[in-house]
T-cell receptor, first 110, second 114 residues
Framework: DAKTTQPPSMDCAEGRAANLPCNHS???????VYWYRQIHSQGPQYIIH???NNETNEMASLIITEDRKSSTLILPHATLRDTAVYYC???????????FGKGTRLSVIA | DAEITQSPRHKITETGRQVTLACHQT?????MFWYRQDLGHGLRLIHY???????NKGEVSDGYSVSRSNTEDLPLTLESAASSQTSVYFC?????????????FGPGTRLTVL
């Protein structure tokens, strides 16, 4: 079973920041938080990952709470193309397969 | 550019038939994975491989098999297709670099078992 809890759906106005929460209260000390997204009918796409520190790349920012029990993925200026299902995954850095939950369906509205 | 491809993209078959779905990657990744995705579920792991001659069962492996004879390919075989195996199948590959466990996914195969 997935080790994360996410809201099933969210809406966001185009151009605004999309903040997607994730709860992972049972995360262990050496597990990472990964975010993937799946645009309709396509294979999932990696977005970002982190261990303890906040991370930022060209796609998004990841904010992890100090106790590491929750995190937030931030899309700073959501566009219609960001409409997708977003998966928060907890896993190790090695070869351990990732366990996908049901994710959050983000709808970006014009 | 390196890529991961799946074939066929769509397949209709009958109950009881053997079906093989192909997955080919040119990333030269050691790790390859097969998932299935159904309405109401996320992606569920079927089988995975960490290298040539290595295969491992995932969460929903019953009725499926894989073999890894080279780095580039991990074909998924349904020995005797059942209607419950109607699904979208995704193949993925990865290579761990530092803390990076990024999986690259193929475009998927939509399988219908009648």
């Amino acid at each position: 079973d997935a080790k994360t809890t996410q809201p099933p759906s969210m809406d966001c106005a185009e151009g605004r920041a999309a903040n997607l929460p994730c709860n992972h209260s049972t995360i262990s000390g050496n597990e990472y938080v990964y975010w993937y997204r799946q645009i309709h009918s396509q294979g999932p796409q990696y977005i970002i990952h982190g261990l303890k520190n906040n991370e930022t790349n060209e796609m998004a920012s990841l904010i992890i709470t100090e106790d590491r029990k929750s995190s937030t993925l931030i899309l700073p200026h959501a566009t219609l193309r960001d409409t997708a299902v977003y998966y928060c995954i907890v896993g190790y850095s090695g070869n351990t397969p990732l366990v996908f939950g049901k994710g959050t369906r983000l709808s970006v509205i014009a | 550019d390196a890529e991961i491809t799946q074939s066929p993209r769509h397949k209709i078959t009958e109950t009881g038939r053997q079906v093989t779905l192909a997955c080919h990657q040119t990333w030269n990744h050691n790790n390859m994975f097969w998932y299935r995705q159904d309405l109401g579920h996320g992606l569920r792991l079927i089988h995975y491989s960490y290298g040539v001659q290595d295969t491992n069962k995932g969460e929903v492996s019953d009725g499926y098999s894989v073999s890894r004879s080279n780095t580039e390919d991990l074909p998924l075989t349904l020995e005797s297709a059942a209607s419950s195996q109607t699904s979208v199948y995704f193949c993925a590959s990865s290579e761990v670099v530092d803390s990076y466990n990024e999986q690259f996914f193929g475009p998927g195969t939509r399988l219908t078992v009648l």
